[in-house]
């Protein structure tokens, strides 16, 4: 019986894998934050503190008063009953996204609707205003 001269490799190599796997991960880490808000709307500046990431629903507000319950557009006359599904089982947490442009009662109509509903933890998004 003759031997080959060519040894079989048992060993994997995962270099390449690795590599395909950290940039994957690094795009969904750059991609991750603009998923999650849903609606586009120019926030309005305003210096505040930074809050870490909590779980919640939320709610926007668009320029033209059209409301959103995460990304799903809700009529006003639904809002009330959708909101209480969205909470159903999530920590009764909101956070009001409303673009600069809104009109001020369409925004004021919604906040007072959501404290109406028992929910006092409520959180209004803005961008973070830059330094000059």
């Known amino acids: 019986m003759r031997r080959s001269r060519f040894r079989t490799l048992n060993e994997i190599n995962i270099t390449n894998l690795v590599d395909v ?5 690094i795009a969904f880490m750059l991609t991750a934050p603009f998923l999650q808000a849903g609606v586009r709307l120019q926030l309005p500046k305003a210096e505040a503190k930074v809050i870490e990431e909590q779980e919640g629903i939320t709610v926007s507000v668009n320029a033209g008063g059209e409301i959103y ?6 009529e006003w006359r639904d809002f009330t009953a959708r909101l209480r599904e969205a909470l159903d089982g999530n920590p009764p947490r909101v956070f ?21 509903m028992g929910i006092e933890d409520l959180g209004l ?7 000059a």
């Open 21 to 25: 796997i950290m940039v994957l991960l």
């Open 69 to 74: 319950i995460d990304k799903d557009k809700v």
């Open 96 to 116: 009001l996204r409303a673009d600069k442009e809104a009109r001020y009662g369409d925004v004021m109509r919604v906040i007072a609707r959501i404290k109406m």
């Open 125 to 131: 998004i803005a961008e973070q205003e830059e330094d």
